[in-house]
């Protein structure tokens, strides 16, 4: 059981747009900057967002980040199938430790 | 560009030391706004982190594993190290490598990572 909540799974169309949660509390979320991952089938994560909203260079635009109190969110438009992978967000916690959320299964129907 | 290269054996019994090598290439492990991390992730589940090191060998570590983790760095080989002793059917994992930045403790961020390698505890 992850400190960090994230839903099991979410599903869309392509084309359409999903939101993936991330709950924390004061500890990590709330204070702390948070980051997201991209895991495709198979292969390493891949930051796609750092800083609560920052996008690397190379992540297109359709994918964004949030943060409001001791919840972030990642945001993705224009799903494409190719998005069908598993996502995970991360912060530092004052345990003194990085935690990563429980991780989300994105399909893409 | 940046490439992590994580290597060792895959295979380790148990109670006994699991260790790893990242070889860090197309860069310095030596950079000043980097710090360097493992990550792993038991088959099926989802990521735990295992702590961080700077060039200067600074390390902190995930706060469940510290008694049994070491991370060390080489900065003539541009390569850093973990160390897992006493390990157990748990530790079964696919052991990442990655550079970490946000520069200070509590701002982390890992990119790019290493492909990964599996390590299997069994006798």
């Known amino acids: 059981q992850s400190v960090l909540t994230q839903p099991p799974s979410v599903s869309a169309a392509p084309g359409q747009k999903v939101t993936i949660s991330c709950s924390g509390s004061?500890?990590?979320?709330?204070?702390?900057?948070v980051s997201w991952y991209q895991q495709l089938p198979g292969t390493a994560p891949k930051l796609l967002i750092y800083?609560?909203?920052k996008r690397p260079s190379g992540i297109p635009d359709r994918f964004s980040g949030s943060k409001s109190g001791t919840s972030a969110t990642l945001g993705i438009t224009g799903l494409q199938t190719g998005d069908e992978a598993d996502y995970y967000c991360?912060?530092?916690?004052?345990?003194?430790?990085?935690?990563f959320g429980g991780g989300t299964k994105l399909t893409v129907l | 560009q940046l490439q992590l290269q994580e290597s060792g054996p895959g295979l380790v019994k148990p109670s006994e030391t699991l260790s790893l090598t990242c070889t860090v290439s197309?860069?310095?492990?030596?950079?000043?706004?980097?710090?360097w991390g493992w990550i792993r992730q038991p088959p099926g589940k989802g990521l735990e982190w295992i702590g961080s090191i700077y060039y200067s060998g600074s390390t902190y570590y995930n706060p469940s594993l510290k008694s049994r983790v070491t991370i060390s760095v080489d900065t003539s080989k541009n390569q850093f190290s973990l160390k897992l002793s006493s390990v157990t059917a748990a530790d079964t994992a696919v052991y990442y490598c990655?550079?970490?930045?946000?520069?200070?403790?509590?701002?982390?961020?890992?990119?790019?990572w290493g492909q990964g390698t599996l390590v299997t505890v069994s006798s």
């Open positions: 990655a550079r970490k930045g946000g520069g200070v403790i509590n701002r982390n961020w890992f990119d790019p």
């Open positions: 991360g912060t530092w916690d004052s345990s003194l430790s990085v935690l």
């Open positions: 197309g860069g310095s492990i030596s950079s000043s706004s980097y710090y």
């Open positions: 004061s500890s990590n979320i709330g204070n702390n900057y």
């Open positions: 800083d609560n909203n």
